[in-house]
């Protein structure tokens, strides 16, 4: 069973950055993707960013682009979220997942999930 454990987030102002991480405890040759995801109280969770895990293939929400960037560290089993110019908007609970069907935005389509990091963004 794979553990994904997220950590980074935070308190920011708006227009303020946020890097979080998330390590898994081990790797799994069926990993295809590995995905953020966010929810805000009484909404769905919807996915942020995304990338493939074999060619580094990265996928944004229109929401995101040009401010967020995944990146991931093979060696660390780890990926990044790097989150500039944040917005009040961004405010939600942050999801790290791995899925074995590729990158795709479906919830169900991801295998394991983390806890969750918090990320509030005030204005």
């Known amino acids: 069973q794979v553990q994904l454990v997220e950590s980074g987030g935070g308190s920011v102002q708006a227009g303020g950055s946020l890097r979080l991480s998330c390590a898994a405890s081990?790797?799994?040759?069926?990993?295809?993707?590995m995905a953020w995801f966010r929810q805000a109280p009484g909404q769905e969770r919807e996915g942020v960013a995304s990338?493939?895990?074999?060619?580094?293939?990265?996928d944004y929400a229109d929401s995101v682009k040009g401010r967020f960037t995944i990146s991931q560290d093979n060696a660390k089993n780890t990926v990044y979220l790097q989150m500039n110019s944040l917005k009040p908007e961004d405010t939600a609970m942050y999801f790290c997942?791995?899925?074995?069907?590729?990158?795709?935005?479906?919830?169900?389509?991801?295998?394991?999930w983390g806890q969750g990091t918090q990320v509030t963004v005030s204005s």
């Open positions: 081990e790797y799994t040759r069926s990993r295809k993707c």
């Open positions: 997942a791995e899925g074995r069907y590729g990158c795709f935005w479906y919830v169900y389509m991801y295998d394991y």
């Open positions: 990338i493939s895990t074999s060619n580094g293939r990265t």
